[in-house]
Structures are given as C-alpha cells and as structure tokens.
C-alpha cells in the first residue's frame, strides 16, 4: 500500500521553528522527487520546496533562507525545517512523491503560526 504520512505540524508563535517529516511507504523511496506543498482555504495547493531524488533543492520565493527541505533515504522520509515562521506560513502542509506518472499526496499537516 502506497503511503505517505506527514508529521510536526501545530502552533507555533511567529518567529518559531519546527520540522516537519513525511515518511512514505509502498515506493522505492530513492527513486522519487519529494516536494512539500502548503494550502489555505479558497486558495490552490502551491509548491514550497522540492527536493530531486538526486538531492538538488528549489524553493518559493517567500520561503527562500527560511525554510530548508532534506531527505534521509535510508529512512524513506523528507523533512522540511521552517525557521523564522511568519503568520502568513499558516497552512496544511501536503507532502508529495512523483516519479515518472506517478504521484501521491500525503494526509496534511496543519501549521498554524499565531501569537
């Protein structure tokens, strides 16, 4: 069975930190891009970090020298470390795999980040 399970999301006060994990399960791990993505309510799903199987990493402008993505193979999850929180960081955090035609999304994780 095909799944990716996100974790660490929660509250957290502006200028905060916390990682976030997504392990997967039922893929060759190695073999995928990971990405994380984040949505608002009224507002479609847009890409925060990507990370290629190979290791090269992209970001969103707004998250750049903030947020970091990294993947341990060997444990089959991707991480994304989000320093400097800002209100507008407020979201669900989706974790995503792709390779080839292949993709799968996880659950969602909320992040809420409020005095």
């Known amino acids: 069975q095909v799944q990716l399970v996100e974790s660490g999301g929660g509250l957290v006060q502006p200028g905060g930190s916390l990682r976030l994990s997504c392990t997967a399960s039922?893929?060759?791990?190695?073999?995928?891009?990971m990405a994380w993505y984040r949505q608002t309510p009224g507002n479609p799903r847009e890409l925060v970090a990507a990370i290629t199987s190979s290791g090269t990493t992209n970001y969103a402008d707004s998250v750049k020298d903030r947020f970091t993505v990294s993947r341990d193979n060997a444990k089959s999850t991707v991480y994304l470390q989000m320093n400097s929180l800002k209100p507008e960081d407020t979201a669900v955090y989706y974790c995503?795999?792709?390779?080839?035609?292949?993709?799968?999304w996880g659950q969602g994780t909320q992040v809420t980040v409020s005095s």
């Open positions: 995503n795999a792709a390779y080839s035609s292949f993709s799968v």
């Open positions: 039922g893929i060759v791990f190695g073999l995928n891009d």
